[in-house]
């Protein structure tokens, strides 16, 4: 959750492009490309996670019947609902 929250907010287009796997036969330099974290698909599909995984904590929350999975599930929905 902290790395999806990262991704949402903090993260920018000067990030590191991804690593490419290594081909000898056309070299390490000709697999890389540009990375723009805001040109990409990224933050909606994070964004559209984190509502389905809210959904769920949601649901599981009315099942939960001892005090310490409320207490986690709570917080996880206290910091989904910062964040959706």
């Known amino acids: 959750m902290d790395r999806m929250e990262y991704l ?9 492009n991804p690593p490419g796997d290594y081909r000898p036969d ?5 697999l890389r ?3 723009h974290i805001q040109q990409s698909d ?3 599909l994070v964004f ?4 389905q995984l809210r959904s769920e904590v949601e649901r599981a929350l009315r099942r939960a019947d001892d005090r310490f999975t409320k ?3 709570e917080y ?3 910091r989904l609902n910062r964040l959706v």
């Open 8 to 16: 949402l907010t903090e993260a920018s287009a000067d990030a590191p």
């Open 26 to 30: 056309i070299g390490m330099e000709n």
């Open 33 to 35: 490309t540009t990375f």
């Open 42 to 44: 990224i933050r909606p």
């Open 48 to 51: 559209e996670q984190l509502k």
């Open 71 to 73: 207490t986690h599930l």
């Open 76 to 78: 996880i929905l206290m």
